[in-house]
């Protein structure tokens, strides 16, 4: 996939650091949206606020790098892609 970036001139992605992958594999677990303090509770890393807070420093910024969405305050959930739809002119 990095290599049809680059031969299309779009910069690859940056690779994510540990904790941000560690975030986005509790998606995947969890198969649904998650708050930040749902994702404490997966990873097992304490639910003060001190671990919720960093987590949804992370997660505000996976939404800024259109990984995840908010759709709701607090809320947070992977990105769906977009289903393709038939180009009505190529029958």
Do not use: N, W
Not at 11 to 18: D, K, S
Not at 40 to 67: F, N, Y
Not at 79 to 87: H, R, Y
Request: proline share 12%; aromatic share 4%; net charge negative.
């Amino acid at each position: 996939m990095l290599e049809l970036a680059a031969e299309d001139g779009i910069e690859p992605p940056e690779p994510l650091p540990p904790g941000y992958r560690e975030v986005l594999a509790a998606f995947e677990q969890a198969g649904h949206g998650l708050r930040a303090k749902g994702i404490c509770e997966i990873l097992r890393i304490g639910t003060e606020l001190r671990h919720t807070e960093s987590v949804r420093a992370k997660l505000k910024r996976l939404v800024d790098r259109d990984i995840l969405t908010e759709p709701e305050p607090g809320l947070f959930a992977t990105v769906q892609p977009t289903p393709a739809t038939p180009d009505p002119d190529s029958t």
